[in-house]
C-alpha cells in the first residue's frame, strides 16, 4: 500500500498566482480530509469530502480556496490568487469512515508564497 | 466537540514507559478519546483509540479513567524514534466520521 499521496511536495510560487495542490487517497477509502498546518494556527481542518461529495468545508479560509473530488482516487486543492498568508503545510488525510475515524495522512505539500 | 489539556512538553528516557496524561473533563458520552503523533515533518500518524474501556494495541496502550474526564497514553519502552508531538482529541467519530480538532499536544522528547 502506497500510502496518501501528495503532489507537489514542495511549491513555492509568487502572490497572485494560482497553485493547485494534488492529493491521491488510500484505495478503498471512502473519506478524504484538507488540512492546513502553521506556526501560529496548529493543524487546521480545511474540508472533508464523503463519497466524492463535500460535506464540511466550513475551514476554508475563503473563497480563493477552492477543492475538488472529481472521483475517488483524486482530489485538488485550488488557491487563486494565492497571498504570502498562504504559506503552510498542507496535508491530505484519508479514511474508511464506515470502518472507523483513523485517518491515514499524507506527507505533506510546503506551500511558500513570496 | 470537548476540548483537551496536555502538557506543552516532556521528557523520556530511551527504553523507560513514557506516559502521556490529558484531561477532556467536558467529555460527552459519545464521544472517543483519539491520539495521533506528528515526527517532525510528517504527517500525523494515528496512536490509538478508546470510548471507556482501556485499549492496547501494538503501538501504545490507552488508559480511560473511570469517569472519562482524563486518559493516559503509554508508550511501554520509548525510543528515540518515539520523539514526535503527541495530540489527544476527543471526537464524536467512533466507527463513523467525526471533526479531529488537533489542539498543541505534548512534545515528547526521548533521550539516550
Known amino acids: 500500500d502506497a500510502g496518501v499521496i501528495q503532489s507537489p511536495r514542495h511549491e513555492v510560487t509568487e502572490m497572485g498566482q494560482e497553485v493547485t495542490l494534488r492529493c491521491k487517497p488510500i484505495?478503498?477509502?471512502?473519506?478524504l480530509f484538507w488540512y492546513r498546518q502553521t506556526m501560529m494556527r496548529g493543524l487546521e481542518l480545511l474540508i472533508y469530502?464523503?463519497?466524492?461529495?463535500?460535506?464540511?468545508d466550513s475551514g476554508m479560509p475563503e473563497d480563493r480556496f477552492s477543492a475538488k473530488m472529481p472521483n475517488a482516487s483524486f482530489s485538488t486543492l485550488k488557491i487563486q490568487p494565492s497571498e504570502p498568508r498562504d504559506s503552510a503545510v498542507y496535508f491530505c488525510?484519508?479514511?474508511?469512515?464506515?470502518?472507523?475515524?483513523?485517518?491515514?495522512f499524507g506527507p505533506g505539500t510546503r506551500l511558500t508564497v513570496l | 466537540d470537548a476540548k483537551t489539556t496536555q502538557p506543552p512538553s516532556m521528557d523520556c528516557a530511551e527504553g523507560r514507559a513514557a506516559n502521556l496524561p490529558c484531561n477532556h473533563s467536558?467529555?460527552?458520552?459519545?464521544?472517543?478519546v483519539y491520539w495521533y503523533r506528528q515526527i517532525h515533518s510528517q504527517g500525523p500518524q494515528y496512536i490509538i483509540h478508546g470510548l471507556k474501556n482501556n485499549e492496547t494495541n501494538e503501538m501504545a496502550s490507552l488508559i480511560i479513567t473511570e469517569d472519562r474526564k482524563s486518559s493516559t497514553l503509554i508508550l511501554p519502552h520509548a525510543t528515540l524514534r518515539d520523539t514526535a508531538v503527541y495530540y489527544c482529541?476527543?471526537?464524536?467519530?467512533?466507527?463513523?466520521?467525526?471533526?479531529?480538532?488537533f489542539g498543541q499536544g505534548t512534545i515528547l522528547t526521548v533521550h539516550p
Open positions: 467536558t467529555i460527552s458520552g459519545n464521544e472517543y
Open positions: 488525510a484519508s479514511s474508511r469512515t464506515s470502518v472507523s475515524n483513523e485517518q491515514f
Open positions: 482529541i476527543v471526537s464524536t467519530g467512533g466507527t463513523s466520521y467525526g471533526k479531529l480538532t
Open positions: 484505495s478503498g477509502h471512502n473519506s
Open positions: 469530502f464523503n463519497n466524492n461529495v463535500p460535506i464540511d
